[in-house]
């Protein structure tokens, strides 16, 4: 059964003429069954799992593609998602030469560029769970709560690096049903691993031809977090 799913879904619904087709898994409304059937049982993975995540924390690389003037910039570091009570907070930390800091708990989001400049990105109240729900994505989510903020198409199975070891992850496009929202992001592809309920990469396609890729590997899942190291120090009075 599985392998005659996977079939027809790799051949966009074709029967391939094989004497044991079901015709009700032929065509595009049988492919499009069975794509929704894969999806169903991604996010229901997704829920277990989410029961499961209590942190998360990985190396992470981000490729900031600008189109005007065909440049992609890049910064490598660490980052850490950590459930507390009932949400979630993040922290990432990057390599010099910029070496900024980046922290979202308890609603709200600060970008701290060493030696002493800080930054409020987000602020908490009415627009907190949004927030949260961005910068958090892929990571601890529910997949029911994942559907019920974005439009998804499963894209498919594929392979991808986490370190030294491969593992199976879910490709999903994400299209927010939040109109402000797809002012800044169009669309969101994700490479999920629906097993662990962690992302292995992003990337965001803004309305100019942007693209905002991250890349999380040697993911290491419930295991104790140095908060230290992610911690804003500013030299004298931040401003």
């Not at 690389?61 to 890049?74: A, R």
Request: aromatic share 6%; charged share 25%; hydrophobic share 35%.
């Amino acid at each position: 059964m599985h392998r005659e799913v996977h079939t027809i879904a790799q051949t966009g619904g074709v029967c391939l003429r094989r004497p044991d087709c079901d015709k009700r898994k032929c065509g595009p409304r049988g492919a499009a069954q069975a794509g929704a059937d894969r999806l169903k049982t991604v996010l229901g993975q997704m829920d277990a799992a989410s029961a499961r995540f209590h942190s998360a924390e990985a190396n992470v690389q981000k490729l900031q593609f600008e189109k005007i003037v065909n440049d992609t910039s890049t910064e490598t570091g660490i980052i850490y998602f950590m459930r507390s009570g009932g949400s979630m907070q993040m922290g990432a930390k990057f390599d010099p030469p910029d070496a900024q800091v980046l922290e979202y708990k308890n609603g709200v989001g600060r970008l701290f560029t060493p030696p002493n400049q800080l930054q409020q990105i987000s602020a908490g109240g009415a627009n907190a769970a949004r927030s949260e729900a961005f910068l958090t994505l892929g990571f601890g989510g529910r997949g029911s709560d994942l559907a019920k903020a974005w439009t998804i198409a499963d894209l498919g199975a594929e392979q991808m690096s986490d370190g030294s070891k491969t593992v199976p992850v879910e490709k999903l496009d994400l299209v927010s049903k939040d109109e402000s929202m797809r002012g800044s992001f169009t669309h969101i592809t994700i490479w999920v691993d629906p097993v662990r309920d962690v992302s292995l990469k992003q990337v965001g396609f803004t309305p100019s031809g942007d693209t905002d890729t991250t890349i999380y590997t040697n993911i290491k899942l419930n295991q104790a977090i140095d908060l230290k190291a992610f911690e804003i120090k500013c030299k004298g009075k931040c401003s």
